[in-house]
């Protein structure tokens, strides 16, 4: 069975840095999709980021990017100029016929 | 309006109880899943269904069942409720033609005491 792992209970980043977030998968399957989902306090499931994994180039989305090593199995999520509205719960999942996630990071904003 | 709606929001109940969660979608899309949220163990599959006559189950289908009334309407029942059910459910689609991104809606905080 696929497994997703997030390494890092608990990140935190000081507002207008950067900070990088772990996530690592184990699959025998080759053609899969991998997510980012932001869980705020409202506790709203909220879409990130998206990559095919028959895609090489790495997915970005605004202030938003993936580091995508396929051979790795590795999917971190960069977040450039960290707001205070990027506190929140962060899910890594992966897909192939059913999605799976990992335990979740918290990543906590410092003002 | 929500594309994923999910009713009740909050809910408590007592042991021995059944409960209905409901969860809607105008998105039109064929898939729809229901998911358990505990601390610390991530979103788990219940169930899933890809049409109205498909009804499947996922990691934790034990002590759930589910009915799937329309394309847009999938609903999770607890026939006798326990204390370890206390946790957050999420009702997700996705489109069959689709990219396979799941929608979430805004979840029920279910409590049993």
């Known amino acids: 069975a696929q497994t997703v792992t997030q390494s890092q209970p608990e990140m935190s980043v000081q507002e207008a840095e950067t900070v990088t977030l772990s996530c690592t998968y184990d699959?025998?399957?080759?053609?899969?999709?991998l997510f980012w989902y932001k869980q705020p306090p409202s506790r709203q499931m909220i879409l990130v980021i998206r990559?095919?994994?028959?895609?090489?180039q790495n997915a970005t989305e605004n202030r938003f990017s993936v580091n995508f090593q396929k051979a790795a199995k590795s999917f971190s999520l960069k977040i450039s100029d960290s707001q205070l509205g990027d506190a929140a719960m962060y899910f890594c999942a992966y897909f192939g016929g059913k999605l799976v996630f990992g335990a979740g990071t918290i990543l906590r904003v410092k003002s | 309006d929500a594309d994923v709606t999910q009713t009740p929001r909050n809910r408590i109940t007592k042991t021995g109880k059944r409960i209905m969660l409901e969860c809607s979608q105008t998105k039109g899309h064929d898939r729809m899943y229901w998911y358990r949220q505990d601390p610390g163990l991530g979103l788990r599959l219940i169930y899933y269904?890809?049409?109205?006559?498909?009804?499947n189950k996922g990691e934790i289908s034990d002590g759930y069942s589910v009915s799937r009334q329309a394309q847009a309407k999938f609903s999770l029942s607890l026939e006798s409720a326990i204390p370890n059910q206390t946790a957050l459910y999420f009702c997700a689609t996705s489109d069959l033609q689709g990219t396979d991104t799941q929608y979430f809606g805004p979840g029920t905080r279910l409590t049993v005491l």
């Open positions: 990559q095919e994994a028959y895609k090489q």
């Open positions: 269904s890809f049409d109205v006559k498909d009804i």
């Open positions: 699959t025998s399957e080759s053609d899969y999709y």
